[in-house]
């Protein structure tokens, strides 16, 4: 198990230019398949699944938390929620 607190300060010392493995899969530099793509996310089924059906969708653009958004992510972030409930729908699960 994972303690929420270590995960919140990782979260909170997440540094902006640092690269991260979502990054790494955007780039193609992790090979991935993706369930959908588009060119502002991808996603992707998770590796390690907690659910029947459990995948990612991530922004192409780097965001290290939610915190950190503006006004101008809201599009993106809607977006990606909208990605998120039509993959649950197209895999059966929504």
Known sequence: ???MSSEVEKA???HPTK???FGK???GE???EFIYEDEQCVAFHDVNPQAPTHFLVIPRKPIVQLSACTKADEALLGHLMYVAQ???ISLGAG
């Open 25 to 27: 899969i955007v780039r």
């Open 19 to 21: 690269d991260t493995i």
């Open 86 to 88: 039509k993959g649950l």
């Open 30 to 32: 992790i090979p991935t």
């Open 12 to 14: 909170q010392h997440a």
């Open 1 to 3: 198990l994972f303690s």
